[in-house]
């Protein structure tokens, strides 16, 4: 997806090399980017010619020979038999060989396999094959008694855009035929395949962001990381695997900003960093973004304003079943706050059922000494600047019971008492003296008035808990 341009002799591509104007892109509202975004472009892109005239290219389908056999055997239930998987070389499948077919073939072993799932993981007996392989009940929550339900098809990164989203996503539903076929259910009761976004697929994108601001992590502009004068990279590699961008490291180094790796390797970016800070694998840096939080409440190293302005640390949550305290539970005859002329219903298009879905929150409000209920959009300039953050508060319940509440700042402070430096070492490997200066870093940098910027991605987006880890880097 970096614009490039071709050189062609002979109607032959010899080279390529950057267009340098991805300031002239755009979307359907007329926002560019900047002539900053140049250059974009990689080694992987440049040598694209190589791959398009290689000798490896494949120029027509094939099928691994062991598959192959197993589909003409019938798709036989592998797990009915153990040596099934060795016959059709399934635990050897870098060895087995590949078969070339024609087009038509193709097709045709493509529909068999999917209708062999459809059939194979359909009904009771479905049921009974998924069980034998392991999968726990839970997964089968949304399964429904339809093989099609087992598959998974997701967006596919090289297309992406209309065809490698959308369009996987109706060939997806699209699988509700196949279900049909395998079960001889109409259509009011046919379903299609499980659809597998960036986020739950590939890990391309953090599942973790939209927990937390509720939007698309599409929605940030690298430019950002030009401006910062502190740039944290988890997970990130802009040198060796993010090549279009290592752009922005360079010139963050040129403008004097400082840049912070936390990897378990000493990379490449680490080389050119101000410093490193070394972790174990499987996301142990959560632990020092959790530490790091820690070391800014104790501090009080915080923006206030921010906090009450934009975030949901000022909401109220009951101890007694860790559920946020709504206005309904307190106020007698509480009536939602009527929101549906502002930017939730006009702009963002909040439905009815949403709204009552969301409903209202309630803040302490340490000046009246009063729980104060509040909305959605009760945010920015609506908010209420005397909201407490700290403490617990006692309150009696529309039905005459007294319960105990406290700003989810407030259960944030308890929860990362845990967090301690030396914590933090045990946990993630990480040197207490780098998790103390990376936090000083932050509160220093933030409190001159220069952004900072935290970069994550790929590489902790994979792993099971990567949520967690995502909504960690919000933290500081």
């Known amino acids: 997806m970096c614009r490039l341009r071709g050189f062609v002799r002979n109607d032959v591509l010899i080279r390529s090399e950057q267009n340098y104007d991805h300031d002239r892109c755009g979307d359907l509202y007329g926002n560019k980017t900047t002539k900053s975004w140049n250059p974009r472009g990689c080694p992987k892109g440049f040598t694209f010619q190589r791959r398009v005239y290689g000798p490896y290219r494949l120029k027509g389908p094939v099928i691994r020979k062991g598959w192959k056999e197993w589909a003409d055997a019938g798709f036989p239930f592998l797990s009915d038999s153990p040596e099934l998987r060795t016959k059709f070389r399934f635990d050897d499948r ?19 396999g999917l209708m ?70 109409g259509p009011e009761k046919a379903k299609g395949a499980k659809e597998w976004t960036e986020y739950t697929w590939r890990g391309d994108q953090a599942p973790g962001q939209p927990y937390v601001h509720g939007l698309q992590t599409s929605d940030i502009d690298m430019s950002d990381l030009r401006f910062s004068k502190l740039t944290i990279q988890i997970g990130k590699n802009l040198i060796e695997n993010k090549m279009p961008e290592s752009h922005w490291l360079n010139e963050m180094i040129e403008r004097g900003g400082k840049i912070v790796t936390i990897t378990p390797d000493y990379n490449a970016p680490s080389a050119k960093a101000n410093y490193w800070i070394g972790v174990r694998p499987g996301l142990s840096d959560t632990a020092v973004l959790l530490g790091i939080t820690k070391i800014l409440m104790d501090n009080n190293w915080i923006d206030e304003k921010f906090v009450k302005q934009f975030t949901d640390f000022p909401l109220l949550v009951r101890t007694d079943n860790l559920r946020r305290l709504r206005p309904a539970g307190v106020v007698p005859t509480y009536k939602a706050t009527d929101i549906s002329q502002g930017p939730s219903f006009q702009i963002q298009g909040m439905t009815a059922e949403q709204r009552e879905r969301v409903g209202d929150f309630t803040i302490w409000d340490a000046k009246a000494g009063k729980v104060v209920p509040v909305s959605r959009e009760d945010m920015a300039t609506q908010s209420n600047m005397n909201a407490a953050l700290t403490g617990v508060f006692k309150v009696k319940t529309v039905k005459d019971q007294e319960i105990e509440v406290m700003p989810v700042y407030e259960m944030y402070r308890r929860h990362l008492l845990d967090y301690d430096l030396k914590t933090v070492e045990e946990i993630s490997g990480a040197k207490p003296d780098l998790v103390q200066r990376l936090a000083e870093d932050i509160w220093e940098t933030s409190k001159a008035g220069h952004p900072v910027s935290i970069h994550h991605g790929e590489g902790t987006n994979h792993y099971f808990h990567a949520t967690l880890h995502n909504r960690a880097c919000h933290l500081p």
């Open 94 to 112: 870098g060895n087995d060989k590949f078969i070339r077919v024609s087009w038509e073939e193709a097709w045709n072993y493509c529909a068999r």
């Open 116 to 185: 062999a799932v459809g059939k194979t993981y359909s009904d009771e007996a479905g049921k009974a094959r998924l069980m034998k392989d392991g999968y726990p009940e839970i997964m089968l929550e949304h399964w429904h008694g339809a093989g099609t339900r087992t598959m998974k098809i997701g967006s596919s990164l090289p297309l992406h855009g209309l065809i490698g989203k959308f369009g996987l996503f109706r060939f997806a539903n699209m699988m509700a035929l196949v279900d049909h076929h395998a079960r001889g259910v």
